[in-house]
């Protein structure tokens, strides 16, 4: 047999218990004394993910900007642009689900909440799930609620017409910023969208999960202060580089 540690990483959720335990040749493990109860968010991780994604789409633009004349050049740069702005807003419309997830199941409510969205005739959307999670969860006023519904509807959109798309969808449309005529993938997952769907749900995250007045029991709270703590090495990436986060507003 051998010694395992386990290592206190970022989205990694630790409850009492030893941080040494013993795994045994079938892979499974024991601990001495009080059992050890492991957790794990992958929202900072997604969101890691879609700033990675984004710097690559941005790149790809600035170049693109650059080699404009050169139209084989252009189009080469605008797909990897497309590809990098695509898994950007996926990765951080996964982000939000994740937010959503760890913010439902510490609700006192939660089991109600799903059983409405179940007895729905029509279903209730993703979006609408998730917007509804956070209103209830946080002490959000209207103006904010709906805000906040507005930014999640958006992302999600996004996300669904890279899992989705339309396949009548055929036409060519003209890009904002070269001014071709291209396929509309190209416009819709540039650099520009990914950076401000990242921008917002940052926003979303980090608004919900500052301010201790906003809290509707201490489950909530706790994950939240566990999750700002795991982001906010991003968010200050992205002051840095971008200037800061709630300069635009959502």
């Given at each position: 047999?051998?010694?395992g540690w386990i290592i206190s990483g970022k989205g990694l959720r630790i409850g009492v218990g030893p941080t040494t335990i013993t795994i045994k040749n079938d892979g499974t493990f024991e601990s001495n004394g009080v059992p050890l109860l492991l957790g794990?968010?992958?929202c900072p991780h997604w969101?890691?993910?879609s700033y990675n994604h984004l710097k690559t789409a941005l790149r790809m633009n600035r170049l693109g900007i650059r080699e404009n004349e050169t139209s084989s050049k252009v189009s080469m740069l605008l797909e990897k642009e497309f590809i990098a702005g695509m898994q950007s807003i996926t990765a951080t419309c996964t982000a939000i689900d994740a937010f959503f997830h760890g913010t439902l199941k510490n609700l006192d409510n939660s089991d109600q909440l799903r059983e409405q969205w179940?007895?729905?005739k029509k279903g209730t959307a993703r979006y609408k799930r998730v917007a509804e999670t956070l209103r209830q969860a946080f002490k959000l006023d209207d103006k904010q609620a709906k805000n906040f519904k507005e930014t999640i509807r958006l992302i999600y959109d996004f996300r669904d017409r890279v899992v989705h798309p339309d396949s009548?969808?055929?036409?060519?449309?003209r890009h904002p910023e070269f001014g071709y005529k291209v396929e509309w993938r190209f416009a819709a997952f540039r650099a520009i969208n990914a950076k401000n769907a990242l921008g917002n749900a940052l926003q979303v995250i980090e608004h919900c999960c500052v301010h201790e007045s906003?809290?509707?029991n201490k489950e909530v709270a706790s994950y939240c202060k566990a999750l700002h703590k795991d982001i906010k090495p991003t968010i200050k990436k992205w002051n840095r580089a971008y200037g800061n986060l709630y300069g635009k507003g959502i």
């Open positions: 047999m051998s010694k794990f968010d992958m969101i890691d993910i179940k007895s729905s009548t969808q055929k036409g060519v449309v906003h809290f509707r």
